[in-house]
C-alpha cells in the first residue's frame, strides 16, 4: 500500500463509522502516526498533550460503552486517547529551557547571552510562568484586570485567564489529533474523532491525574464500505473563504 500525498490523504479522510473485523491494522504504523502527532505545531512549544494507544481488545470494549456504543467505537480495531496536560507546565517550561542549554550553552553570563538566547530564557523562566500560574482563577481575574488596562494604549496578548488557557492546550492537542488523522489517512488507515463520551469514566479507567482534560477519542480501522455514512456534505467554500 503506498503512501497518499497530502491532497490525496485529505481527501481520502473520512469519519468511519463501521470498521472491517478482518482488515487488523499494524500498531508499529499507528505508532509511527502519532510520532508524526507529536511534531504538530504547539503554542509556545509547550506540547501540552500524551497520547493514549489503546491495542487491548479487552480496554476497547471497555471503553466503548462510555462511547455511547457508538458503531465507531465498538467496530475499532484500535483507540487513541487525545489528552490534555495543562497540568505539566512547569515540567515543559522546563524542558525548553533545557533545551536551550543545549543550543546556547549551560549557565551562559546576561551579559555574553545573545538576544535570541534572552528573549528565549524570558519567554520560558518569566512569561510561561506568569500566563500559566493561576489560583482558584483569582490570580487570572487580576491579570485580566491588569491586561484590560494596558490594553488600551498598545497591542498585548489577552489570553491569561484559567479557562483562556484551556482553550489555547484543547486547540494545540487537536492539532496533533489532526496531523495523526491525515497521518493515518496517508497510510490508507481510516479514523474517527469522537467527542461524544463520558470523558470522567474514560478518565477513571486510565488512570489519568486529576488535571488531565480528554480532548478527543480517535477510532482507528480499515473500513467498511457502510461505515462511511453518505456522501460529503460542505458548505459552499465562497461562503467560508473571505479574502481581505
Known amino acids: 500500500m503506498s503512501e497518499k500525498t497530502v491532497?490525496?490523504?485529505?481527501?481520502?479522510?473520512?469519519?468511519?463509522?463501521?470498521y472491517d473485523p478482518e482488515k487488523p491494522i499494524d500498531t508499529t504504523v499507528v505508532?509511527?502516526?502519532?510520532?508524526?502527532?507529536?511534531?504538530?505545531?504547539?503554542?509556545?512549544?509547550?506540547?501540552?498533550?500524551e497520547f493514549y494507544h489503546i491495542t487491548s481488545k479487552?480496554?476497547?470494549?471497555?471503553?466503548?460503552?462510555l462511547c455511547f456504543n457508538q458503531n465507531a467505537a465498538k467496530t475499532a480495531q484500535q483507540l487513541v486517547v487525545f489528552v490534555v496536560r495543562k497540568d505539566l507546565w512547569r515540567?515543559?517550561?522546563k524542558a525548553n529551557l533545557a533545551f536551550m542549554d543545549r543550543v546556547f550553552g549551560k549557565n551562559n553570563p546576561?551579559?555574553?547571552?545573545?538576544?535570541?538566547?534572552?528573549?528565549?530564557?524570558?519567554?520560558?523562566?518569566?512569561?510561561?510562568p506568569f500566563t500559566y500560574f493561576d489560583v482558584f482563577g483569582i490570580f487570572g481575574y487580576l491579570k485580566y484586570l491588569m491586561i484590560l488596562v494596558v490594553g488600551l494604549f498598545r497591542p498585548i496578548y489577552r489570553e491569561v485567564r484559567n479557562s483562556d488557557m484551556r482553550v489555547v492546550t484543547h486547540k494545540t492537542c487537536g492539532l496533533a489529533a489532526q496531523t495523526f488523522i491525515l497521518s493515518m489517512a496517508a497510510e490508507g488507515y481510516d479514523t474517527c474523532p469522537m467527542e461524544g463520551s463520558d470523558t470522567w469514566r474514560v478518565k477513571r479507567l486510565l488512570g489519568l491525574p486529576f488535571g488531565t482534560e480528554i480532548n478527543m477519542i480517535v477510532s482507528c480501522g480499515i473500513r467498511k464500505p457502510e461505515g462511511v455514512y453518505g456522501d460529503r456534505f460542505r458548505i459552499p467554500f465562497e461562503e467560508v473563504y473571505k479574502e481581505v
Do not use: F, H
Open 110 to 128: 546576561k551579559s555574553e547571552q545573545r538576544s535570541r538566547e534572552k528573549v528565549a530564557r524570558n519567554y520560558y523562566g518569566k512569561l510561561i
Open 7 to 18: 491532497s490525496e490523504a485529505v481527501n481520502y479522510r473520512r469519519s468511519v463509522r463501521v
Open 58 to 65: 479487552e480496554t476497547i470494549d471497555k471503553i466503548a460503552p
Open 31 to 49: 505508532k509511527k502516526c502519532l510520532e508524526q502527532a507529536s511534531l504538530a505545531p504547539t503554542s509556545s512549544n509547550m506540547q501540552l498533550w
Open 91 to 93: 515540567k515543559r517550561a
